[in-house]
């Protein structure tokens, strides 16, 4: 029973660093860049809700609602201003640009949020639910089925609509996508709206937890790394297996390591995602749904 119940706490932990993942593998299969602006724009994306919520006294699904808007705003801004201009450019210069972006949106959110934690209220937050002995809190199973639901309508957005269309060719080839008349900005400036929306979802979550949001909170999207590379960096299904696997490895070995391997030291879990993306890459070096690349010499 201990063992479900760390799945079900990983799972719910795990689905923030899937819809962080999803935001990564948006990006890259859009533009080739690995963005590292998306844990600034968790954290604005959850300064957003916590404002219109908090400030404005909307309710909390609106209020998550008006603050994924302003996210995908914000991702189409920093797109077209810091890195429409570099097209052209050496990918690492783009990806050094959005360690630039992240760390200016993040000096500007520390500056809203100050030395108190942010803390979004979410709707019977503190209700626990309980089946056959496992507990999970209304604010997870929240979380839990927003992740679901914003994973079946991105799914449903690539394949069945014009700009999901256009935005899977571009994702094979970006010359063949601009021959047939693809407009290359658009499907760009697309990618970062999306990455800014499903962040701020994140940050929605993020903030609605016991703890808030904070200026370290920045740290937790730093998971979804491990999770794109587990799962693969051009992989949609990849990102949202990988970040749930990384949230229950997290989970278990909180429970169990410090009595199996309390040698490991405290705060083992926090470094267990990173040693099963190794252990990933030295299977699958293109991680368990990644596209493998052949390049003839």
Request: aromatic share 10%.
């Amino acid at each position: 029973m201990e063992l479900l119940q760390s799945i079900v706490n990983g799972l719910g932990q795990g689905s923030v660093y899937a819809l962080l993942a999803l935001g990564y593998v948006m990006i890259y299969k859009a533009t080739k860049v690995i963005s590292f602006a998306q844990p600034a724009l968790m954290v604005v994306g959850g300064l957003f809700t916590y404002h219109f919520t908090r400030e404005f006294g909307l309710p909390f699904w609106i209020g998550m609602a008006l603050a994924v808007l302003c996210g995908a705003a914000v991702g189409m801004i920093v797109e077209r201003l810091a890195l429409r201009p570099m097209i052209g450019k050496p990918v690492f210069t783009l990806a050094i640009i959005t360690i630039g972006i992240d760390i200016v949106l993040r000096i500007l959110a520390n500056r809203y949020i100050g030395v108190q934690s942010k803390i979004v209220t979410y709707p019977d937050g503190t209700r626990i639910h309980e089946v056959g002995g496992i507990t999970i809190s209304s604010q997870r199973l929240g979380l839990i089925a927003v992740t679901v639901v914003t994973v079946v309508a991105l799914a449903l957005f690539f394949r069945y609509t014009r700009y999901g269309l256009a935005m899977r060719a571009t994702a094979i080839d970006q010359e063949t996508a601009m021959a047939q008349g693809i407009r290359i900005g658009i499907v760009f400036a697309l990618a970062w709206a999306i990455a800014g929306g499903l962040a701020a979802i994140a940050g929605t979550f993020v903030a609605a937890g016991t703890a808030g949001m904070d200026q370290n909170t920045w740290i937790i999207a730093l998971k979804a790394l491990p999770a794109i590379i587990i799962g693969g960096l051009d992989s949609i299904p990849g990102a949202v297996v990988g970040g749930l696997m990384v949230g229950v490895v997290e989970a278990v070995t909180a429970t169990y390591q410090p009595d199996v391997a309390g040698w490991l030291g405290n705060n083992f879990s926090l470094v267990a995602p990173y040693a099963l993306m190794l252990v990933v890459l030295l299977v699958r070096p293109y991680g368990l749904f990644g596209t493998k690349e052949v390049e003839r010499v």
